[in-house]
């Protein structure tokens, strides 16, 4: 999609590291990509000269007609948001890609090829090399998810596995993935032209209660974590599930401060209400959501209340990465998500659990009521939403591809993210707007978080408390 405008105006792409990045990008697509593009490979010398030729006088144009018609025209808007990516590596907060390989080929990297197309295998994924190319993707959060069903002992040895994955996709791409540590690595490794790889954990219970697993998972180059999933940790409560810490307990607390003080970013994605307060409280650093969405655009409870966004705009000022999740994307898939949910109980109360009867009612309720599906607009919805509120200083995206069954039309897999960004051009987004939106908030947070992390350790020690000594009763509740 990008690449169809693979031509900046002359003098400001040239020869630079950025044009043979272009240059490699297409490198690593297959001709039927390619074609997918609009263009052709071989002719590719050819048009270039003549586009460039032109590119002048179609810029003036465009915005000559843009100014009398109110809208950015298409290749217009398309070359800004290229010059963008360009500019700034686009960071998206949340891809479940490792839990995929668990998921499907227990974690033999080879079985799936991550250079090749990925939707053209039996359960098409969202993610690989050449799509991330596509949608101009420099730096990605890969989740290292662990179910909460391992919560408990165990835990660790299943993040630790995942860990593992991200390490071993990185050695065995390295022309085009590089780990990451720190916003310098990001800027850097974006320069390079490769896709700087981050590894965020989902789910505190991953560290089995212990701030010396968390502190290994640090070391073992994990930089967000995710409070909860959606059941509780021992020591905070989820959205989703019901409250029994009250937000964080006095051992939660300490793990948000031992996390400010590795230089770990706090996620509080998936976490309830009263959890972010608790954080927004205890934390010394930028907190990060790393795939939420606002809560006055669509009413679940995984995405961000207003009275949330009003304090993450305060330092130290924080950022929401915009999830495409659909039913926290719309109200209607959501609406429709609660009475599909109701009909299935309904159902399951007069027939019982796993009957023939059940799934046959579901089948006719879905051919009477067929599921609505979110929109590209309404994620631009949620952006609006989260800059009016919070600023544009606070807002970023976290697409949740690949743990996620479909993406919103228009936003179907990792290659799209510059179709979002179009739309946002439309919407009257200044480039300065997309540059913090795709990565210039997100590494703000990431070096204010390291700063606080120095500032720390000068200061105090690692924390030796432990979860029993903290949370007393509710340790010997959980066994420890
Ligand atoms: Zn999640």
Redesign the pocket.
């Known amino acids: 999609m990008l690449e169809d405008s693979g031509y900046g105006p002359a003098g400001v792409i040239g020869d630079s590291w950025e044009d043979a990045r272009w240059k490699g990008r297409i490198g690593v697509m297959d001709q039927s990509s390619i074609r997918c593009l609009g263009f052709d490979k071989g002719r590719l010398g050819e048009k270039r000269s003549f586009r460039r030729a032109c590119w002048g006088l179609v810029v003036w144009a465009g915005g000559m007609m843009a100014a009398s018609a109110g809208e950015v025209p298409h290749g217009v808007a398309e070359s800004r948001v290229r010059q963008v990516l360009q500019s700034v590596p686009l960071i998206d907060g949340?891809n479940d890609t490792p839990w995929a390989y668990r998921d499907r080929v227990r974690n033999h990297l080879d079985q799936i090829d991550f250079a090749g197309d990925t939707a053209d295998i039996p359960w098409p994924m969202h993610t690989d090399i050449p799509r991330l190319r596509m949608g101009g993707v420099g730096g990605q959060f890969w989740?290292v998810?662990t179910p909460v069903s391992t919560a408990g002992p165990g835990a660790a040895r299943v993040v630790f596995e995942q860990i593992d994955v991200v390490h071993r996709l990185v050695e065995r791409y390295p022309e085009h993935l590089q780990l990451a540590l720190t916003a310098q690595d990001i800027v850097e490794i974006h320069q390079r032209g490769k896709v700087a790889s981050l590894i965020g954990m989902?789910g505190g219970h991953c560290i089995e209660n212990s701030l010396g697993v968390l502190r290994q998972l640090y070391r073992a180059g994990a930089r967000y974590m995710?409070i909860t999933?959606s059941k509780n940790t021992d020591w905070a409560d989820a959205s989703t599930d019901d409250p029994h810490c009250q937000g964080l307990s006095a051992f939660g607390k300490e793990v948000i401060r031992e996390m400010n003080r590795m230089g770990m970013l706090v996620d509080i994605?998936?976490v309830s209400a009263k959890t972010m307060h608790d954080t927004l409280d205890v934390a010394e650093a930028p907190v990060i959501f790393s795939?939420s969405s606002a809560r006055a655009v669509c009413d679940h409870v995984r995405n961000v209340p207003d009275d949330v966004l009003e304090r993450i705009k305060k330092a130290p000022r924080g950022v929401v990465m915009v999830t495409f999740v659909p039913p926290f994307v719309s109200e209607k898939v959501r609406s429709y998500s609660v009475e599909r949910s109701a009909e299935r109980d309904r159902l399951t109360e007069l027939h019982g659990k796993g009957s023939p009867e059940l799934e046959e009612g579901m089948a006719a309720w879905q051919a009477q009521h067929p599921a609505p599906r979110a929109t590209l607009s309404e994620v631009a919805d949620h952006i609006d939403h989260i800059r009016d509120v919070a600023g544009i200083d606070c807002v970023g995206i976290g697409g949740?591809f690949d743990?996620i069954r479909e993406g919103p039309e228009g936003l179907e897999d990792v290659s799209k993210y510059p179709d979002l960004l179009i739309e946002l051009v439309q919407r009257g987004y200044s480039d300065e707007d997309l540059r913090k939106l795709c990565g210039d908030n997100v590494l703000r947070v990431m070096r204010e978080a390291e700063a606080v992390a120095l500032r720390l350790q000068a200061e105090r020690p690692a924390s030796g408390a432990l979860f029993d000594e903290l949370d007393g009763e509710r340790a010997e509740a959980a066994g420890g």
Request: glycine letters at 10%; hydrophobic letters at 0%.
């Open positions: 949340h989740s998810y989902e995710t999933h994605s998936h795939h949740d743990g």
